[in-house]
């Protein structure tokens, strides 16, 4: 017989999936002889049948009520009460998460795990068999997350492939501000896809519990923030690409090249089939408020700023860390792991900078680094590689970017084109902030937009006029004395680094020092920088020629320094200070010299506001570019070879000069 009242929602469902239930077949004949006798019956029970199959396919396979809350196909609850030797166990489905380093935990509002920047997070591995999940039309990804701080790319759960030339598969994440969902849409079979991302509107609040959960169900990416929707796009559509993914990353967000770590808590991460309801997520919320209305407990310890390299010589180099409280930092490390070599600092300290030295020219290797706290608190980063300069002539590279001031997603994508291009070594033009004092933004627009380059890449800054010779500078980067003026070697390169803000002109003390090291040099390649340019095509700097102004084409206070490079044969000398690219024909004498003249090259792209060039070109223009860059150049032997980048990795200028 048919049912009495309203047929159940998942009714048909379960006659598929159990086989036919001969008292609702026994029903069909019933309703199939009086709806032959009764015309409007029949329309009526049609029209009826119609809007209960529209009711199943655009809300019941969403989320199903039915039968309660809808089940995740994967759930993880992150409390130090489930850790058992490094691994947290499912409370749904079995996918443990094999944790790469210990975590600390937070007692309030919730029993959390805390990840401190470090070598955190974890992997869901797939087991004989038995790939992790995949769901291929819809998808949602839940977390209760407390971020402590933003990244250029950071994930809560993920599992996910990213790069410039392709991507597959999904990734619950931040940026430096603001929740972000990516998914690659396109389905199996069709190679690497373009990941779609979805930005909330509004900036994420640090050091918070959120509930922030991504869906998909096919046609539609949304992004909900504690039980509202923080964003949607209608971008993406069909199947989920999985294209080169097989682990779910939880933590962290972790592809084949990228490993950049999560700073805060984590409590409870699910993965679902379906693309839940707002309705759901709402009353999810609304269920757990408590964690949002109770004020969180201070964070545990982490890294304020990532170990990063500085000043490698021919036998030695530098790593440098800040860690939110006093802390004793161990560098272990050698030609490849395990190592069998380590160096420990003296006593605890929040800021750390630890020599390693007694190395041989040319030589590499990798190191990480392992903090305790008085009270046994851990943490340690992932394995990383360092080298030392060599003293032959073998080939090498050396990236550039400059004037990073007060934009870290600009940084951040220029920063990953350099270390893309994986050069021995970076310089900096200086303006590395925008407030010198502002120790925000040494943090959170400098080091943590290039972590993962300054955790394996070695810097060489100058100073700029927007550091105003603060402390800071002095504190955080490691150079030899007096550090505003130095030199180094690379090879058979030489390098001099100037500080422009100080008098350049002929008989001061920095001249007199350049020339007598220019002097003294017997490098093949000569390379100077400082921070402003002594020719520059820039429409306002030296003179605002939109305004009908004669332009200086340069620093007037930087020119006498020309006739110095001339006279030592310098090849090149690199500039910031202007926010854009230019590159000038050789010059000598104030004139083209392709034989014996010095290149200038502006690179000042890397975050600041950017700027124009002259409405007119000057002689000495040769290239120009206005767009976020960095400069990279190859040297071997007799020949240089210089190009630019822009932020998406395109090349947009190069030279070769040979000796």
């Given at each position: 017989m048919v049912p009495n009242g309203p047929v159940p929602q998942n009714f048909m469902e379960k006659q598929a999936r159990f086989g036919k239930m001969t008292s609702w077949s026994f029903g069909q004949e019933r309703l199939r002889y009086h709806s032959m006798k009764n015309p409007l019956l029949f329309i009526s029970i049609t029209l009826f049948v119609a809007l209960l199959i529209y009711y199943q396919k655009e809300v019941g396979d969403?989320?199903?009520?039915?039968?309660?809350?809808?089940?995740?196909?994967?759930?993880?609850?992150?409390?130090?009460?489930?850790?058992?030797?490094?691994?947290?166990?499912?409370?749904?489905?079995?996918?443990?998460?094999?944790?790469?380093?210990?975590?600390?935990?937070?007692?309030?509002?919730?029993?959390?795990?805390?990840?401190?920047?470090?070598?955190?997070?974890?992997?869901?591995?797939?087991?004989?068999?038995?790939?992790?999940?995949?769901?291929?039309e819809a998808i949602s990804l839940l977390s209760w997350v407390r971020l402590d701080a933003g990244a250029r790319k950071g994930g809560i759960i993920g599992r996910i492939e990213d790069n410039r030339y392709g991507a597959g598969g999904t990734y619950l994440g931040y940026d430096e501000t603001h929740w972000i969902f990516g998914l690659t849409p396109g389905g199996p079979g069709i190679g690497e896809g373009r990941l779609q991302i979805l930005r909330s509107a509004k900036p994420m609040e640090k050091g918070k519990w959120s509930l922030?959960?991504?869906?998909?169900?096919?046609?539609?990416?949304?992004?909900?923030?504690?039980?509202?929707?923080?964003?949607?796009?209608?971008?993406?559509?069909?199947?989920?690409?999985?294209?080169?993914?097989?682990?779910?990353?939880?933590?962290?967000?972790?592809?084949?090249?990228?490993?950049?770590?999560?700073?805060?808590?984590?409590?409870?991460?699910?993965?679902?089939?379906?693309?839940?309801?707002?309705?759901?997520?709402?009353?999810?919320?609304?269920?757990?408020?408590?964690?949002?209305?109770?004020?969180?407990?201070?964070?545990?310890?982490?890294f304020v700023i990532a170990p990063y390299l500085q000043f490698p010589d021919t036998h030695s180099f530098r790593v440098c860390m800040e860690t939110s409280q006093p802390v004793t930092a161990t560098i272990e490390y050698g030609p490849e792991?395990?190592?069998?070599?380590?160096?420990?600092?003296?006593?605890?300290?929040?800021?750390?900078?630890?020599p390693i030295g007694g190395l041989q020219p040319g030589s590499m290797g990798y190191y990480r680094v392992i903090c305790t706290g008085?009270?046994?608190?851990?943490?340690?980063?992932?394995?990383?590689?360092?080298?030392?300069?060599?003293?032959?002539?073998?080939?090498?590279?050396?990236?550039?970017?400059?004037?990073?001031?007060?934009?870290?997603?600009?940084?951040?994508?220029?920063?990953?084109?350099?270390?893309?291009?994986?050069?021995?070594?970076?310089?900096?033009?200086?303006?590395?902030?925008?407030?010198?004092?502002?120790?925000?933004?040494?943090?959170?627009?400098?080091?943590?937009?290039?972590?993962?380059?300054?955790?394996?890449?070695?810097?060489?800054?100058?100073?700029?006029?927007?550091?105003?010779?603060?402390?800071?500078?002095?504190?955080?980067?490691?150079?030899?004395?007096?550090?505003?003026r130095y030199s180094y070697t690379w090879g058979d390169a030489a390098f001099f680094v100037l500080d422009s803000n100080k008098p350049m002109a002929r008989g001061t003390e920095q001249y007199n020092w350049l020339d007598d090291a220019l002097g003294k040099s017997q490098a093949r390649w000569k390379f100077c920088y400082h921070h402003h340019p002594v020719y520059s095509s820039d429409n306002n700097d030296f003179g605002?020629?939109?305004?009908?102004?004669?332009?200086?084409?340069?620093?007037?206070?930087?020119?006498p320094l020309a006739p110095l490079y001339e006279k030592h044969k310098v090849d090149m000398v690199f500039c910031g200070h202007v926010h854009l690219y230019e590159r000038t024909h050789p010059i000598k004498n104030g004139k083209l010299d392709e034989t014996g003249g010095v290149v200038y090259v502006t690179s000042g792209g890397g975050g600041g506001s950017l700027e124009n060039f002259t409405p007119t070109p000057e002689w000495?223009?040769?290239?120009?570019r206005v767009d976020y860059h960095t400069t990279f150049v190859n040297i071997r032997n007799n020949t240089l070879e210089l190009r630019a980048f822009d932020k998406e990795g395109i090349l947009f200028d190069q030279y070769l000069k040979t000796k």
């Open positions: 969403s989320d199903d009520h039915s039968n309660g809350p809808p089940r995740p196909i994967a759930a993880w609850v992150l409390e130090a009460s489930r850790l058992t030797k490094g691994t947290i166990s499912s409370t749904v489905g079995n996918w443990p998460i094999t944790l790469h380093a210990q975590p600390q935990t937070i007692k309030a509002p919730v029993d959390a795990l805390y990840f401190g920047g470090g070598l955190t997070g974890g992997s869901v591995l797939s087991q004989k068999n038995k790939p992790t999940p995949a769901p291929k922030v959960v991504a869906t998909y169900d096919g046609k539609e990416m949304r992004l909900f923030v504690n039980g509202e929707l923080a964003a949607e796009s209608r971008a993406a559509l069909g199947p989920i690409n999985w294209y080169r993914t097989d682990r779910w990353s939880i933590g962290q967000f972790s592809d084949e090249n990228e490993k950049v770590p999560m700073i805060g808590a984590l409590r409870e991460v699910e993965i679902y089939d379906k693309a839940l309801t707002q309705e759901t997520i709402r009353t999810r919320f609304i269920s757990q408020l408590a964690r949002v209305q109770t004020e969180s407990v201070g964070s545990p310890l982490h792991a395990p190592f069998n070599l380590k160096t420990t600092s003296k006593g605890l300290e929040t800021f750390h900078e630890i008085p009270a046994g608190e851990h943490l340690e980063t992932t394995i990383l590689p360092w080298q030392t300069a060599p003293i032959d002539s073998v080939p090498f590279s050396f990236a550039i970017i400059g004037d990073t001031q007060g934009n870290a997603p600009a940084t951040g994508k220029v920063a990953n084109i350099m270390k893309e291009l994986r050069p021995h070594f970076a310089l900096h033009l200086g303006d590395v902030v925008n407030e010198g004092h502002d120790k925000r933004q040494w943090v959170e627009e400098l080091f943590r937009p290039s972590q993962e380059l300054f955790g394996q890449v070695p810097l060489f800054p100058t100073m700029g006029n927007h550091e105003k010779n603060h402390p800071n500078y002095y504190k955080y980067f490691s150079l030899p004395s007096p550090e505003y605002d020629t939109f305004a009908g102004k004669r332009s200086l084409y340069g620093d007037p206070k930087l020119r000495f223009k040769a290239a120009n």
